[in-house]
């Protein structure tokens, strides 16, 4: 196991190199390690961050995992990883608390050297009083702050951004990246929640195994924006336009549901963990050689906005394939403009963000 890993990683490292413009930058921080990868869960011992490093830790695919949150978080990192460090499996589990009060990038050196794949469930849930523009304004301080890390410690990882609001921050962290002169394709937003409740969706109403229904939900993360292509998967497409019309809204509210029904007191973790993870092992198989598929909401130039989630291939070089959006039914035709509506606004909070920073 240890040596199969070791050869991936080594011919992945090669194969970076050999096909990437800034090879001397690419291999000055090499983000593979010799003895496989490693993958930093900022946040994890959050809410999200403690399954979701479970589920990193026992994938199979990660050599190291770290787990990073901040020194007064409700459950020390270093519980968490000390708890994760008991399980039998061939990962070592490392944590880092980070005193929020001084700059990240003066902190996560050892953190972040040499990780191939940095997961963000950090930041701040929504508190009573609390202005959306609040919320945005101190997560995505939280996010500035751990992609200037990023920048400086790996800046060949790839990075999946769970953080939100997904639609504002990434163009903002993208943005980021590109002023220094690094790769905005390195970073995602994680959407894969929208897929993974579309498929359930759909396998429970057309009875069939949700595991073998494959929706596209392309556009953003969030309300309208949010835009399950049914008509494209053989599943999706069985649904009468009735269902079309429930299942479209439930796919953008899912994550109400969850907070409805525990009672305010949390909100979507454990399907955002699973979520997060598929969205995790599908960049690493990619590192890895193997060809993988998943919605991620990127840099884009699929519409005339600048940032959408679409397909997206994941190969040895990150993202390899942004895919174009594929034939549509009137209703999403109708939604896909809806959609861009609000995104545009979204995305547009997010560059004024940068401007402003
Ligand atoms: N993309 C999605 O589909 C999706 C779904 C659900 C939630 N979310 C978002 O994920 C984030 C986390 O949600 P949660 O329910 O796990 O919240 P949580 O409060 O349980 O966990 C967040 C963790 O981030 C930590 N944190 C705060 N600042 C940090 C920093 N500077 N560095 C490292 N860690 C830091 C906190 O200490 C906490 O442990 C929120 O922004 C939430 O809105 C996204």
Not at 168 to 182: D, F, H, R, T
Not at 327 to 340: D, Y
């Amino acid at each position: 196991m240890l040596s199969r890993v070791s050869t991936i990683a080594t011919r992945s490292a090669s194969a970076f190199a050999r096909t990437t413009p800034a090879a001397p930058l690419a291999m000055k921080f090499c983000n593979m390690q010799n003895r496989g990868f490693k993958v930093v869960v900022v946040g994890g011992a959050g809410g999200i961050g403690q399954p979701l490093s479970l589920l990193m830790a026992s994938s199979g695919l990660a050599k190291e995992l770290v787990v990073q949150d901040v020194t007064m978080s409700m459950v020390p990192a270093e519980g968490v990883a000390c708890d994760l460090s008991h399980i039998e499996t061939d990962c070592k589990v490392t944590s880092f608390a980070l005193d929020p009060s001084k700059p990240a990038v003066d902190q996560l050196g050892d953190t972040l050297t040499n990780a191939t794949l940095v997961l963000v469930p950090a930041g701040v849930p929504r508190k009573p009083g609390m202005t959306r523009d609040d919320l945005f304004k101190i997560n995505a301080g939280i996010a500035k702050g751990i992609i200037e890390a990023t920048a400086k410690y790996c800046p060949g990882a790839m990075l999946g951004l769970i953080i939100n609001p997904v639609n504002s921050i990434v163009p903002a962290m993208c943005e980021i990246y590109k002023q220094k002169g690094l790769d905005p394709a390195k970073i995602c937003g994680v959407t894969t929640l929208d897929v993974v409740r579309a498929n359930k969706f759909v396998g429970e109403a057309v009875g069939a195994d949700p595991a073998k229904v494959d929706i596209p939900v392309i556009g953003g993360h969030a309300g309208t924006s949010i835009l399950p292509l049914f008509s494209q998967c053989p599943y999706g497409a069985k649904l009468t336009d009735a269902q079309v019309q429930a299942l479209d809204p439930r796919t953008q509210d899912a994550g109400t549901e969850v907070v409805n029904a525990k009672a305010g007191k949390g909100s979507a973790t454990l399907s955002m963990a699973y979520a997060g993870a598929r969205f995790g092992k599908s960049v690493l198989k990619g590192l890895s050689g193997e060809t993988v598929t998943e919605c991620a909401y990127v840099a884009s130039t699929v519409t005339e906005l600048p940032y959408f989630a679409t397909k997206v291939t994941f190969g040895k070089g990150g993202v390899e394939k942004i895919h174009e959006i594929g034939p549509l039914s009137a209703h999403e035709t109708a939604r896909l403009v809806e959609a861009k509506a609000q995104l545009k606004t979204e995305i547009e909070k997010g560059l004024e963000f940068v401007k402003g920073a």
